[in-house]
């Protein structure tokens, strides 16, 4: 058939290659916009990016408390002030939402919902090659007590630890120290086998912004002037971490 295209091209009348020609070009069209969503948050191909990964979203709101304050939501808002920092500082921002969504509906993997949406997430970090990332998330505990930020890596990521190490100097100092006065607080850097930790291939910390569940941070993670000096602090440990690798 390819031989003699000529052949079926003399066949058509004026008004059936017109259909045929509006038919591809609807085609290619709705490809174009199909792949357009997807395409974009995959490949940024940024050099200078970081990726930005608020925890949770849509229809899993991660922990949350009695009043029906929900972890997603913080995860989101510091994400987004996260991300305007990062720009002023001249990098380029991917966040894998930037609203309130979940992603499992971007895979195609056959797994449960939650493990789609992680498996977006990972996609996003390993296609657009960050030179690092940073996982957003909010602690809870059965113990009110329990408090503090806490900054995790992949146990044999020397990367990610050095990242980790960085983003709890930069809370030590900026957010414990100088914003909250208070020099007993420290954040904690621990190795954890995470799925989002374990699953790339780039530098990346997951981020315990704070406990739900403790009664003086639940306020603080409600507080503006907080949650804008927790994405500082998270900030500054990144460009901290960068200057280091160069
Ligand atoms: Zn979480």
Not at 33 to 54: C, H, M, T
Not at 146 to 158: D, E, H, L, V
Request: net charge positive; aromatic share 8%.
């Amino acid at each position: 058939m390819r031989k003699k295209p000529k052949i079926y091209v003399i066949k058509l009348d004026r008004k059936k290659l017109l259909l045929l020609g509006l038919t591809i070009l609807l085609i290619i069209t709705i490809t174009f916009l199909k792949g357009f969503r997807v395409s974009k948050i995959f490949n940024y191909k940024n050099k200078e990016a970081i990726v930005i990964d608020p925890g949770h979203g849509g229809i899993d709101g991660g922990t949350s408390d009695k009043t029906g304050l929900l972890e997603k939501d913080i995860n989101l808002d510091v994400s987004l002030k996260l991300k305007k920092e990062l720009l002023v500082e001249g990098y380029g921002v991917i966040m894998t939402r930037e609203k309130d969504e979940s992603l499992e509906n971007l895979s195609s993997i056959n797994a449960s919902r939650y493990r789609r949406d992680l498996n977006v997430r990972k996609t996003i970090i390993n296609e657009n090659e960050p030179l690092a990332f940073a996982s957003i998330h909010v602690n809870s505990s059965k113990k009110s007590g329990a408090r503090g930020i806490k900054i995790y890596y992949f146990p044999t990521s020397t990367e990610g630890k050095r990242l980790a190490e960085s983003i709890a100097k930069s809370v030590d100092i900026n957010l414990y120290g100088k914003f909250l006065k208070d020099d007993n607080l420290r954040a904690e850097v621990l190795p954890e086998d995470y799925f989002i930790l374990r699953e790339t291939k780039y530098p990346g910390a997951l981020v315990e912004i704070g406990f739900i569940t403790n009664p003086e941070e639940n306020k603080l993670l409600q507080d503006e002037g907080y949650k804008e000096k927790v994405a500082f602090a998270i900030k500054k440990g990144i460009v901290e971490y960068l200057k280091g690798s160069q």
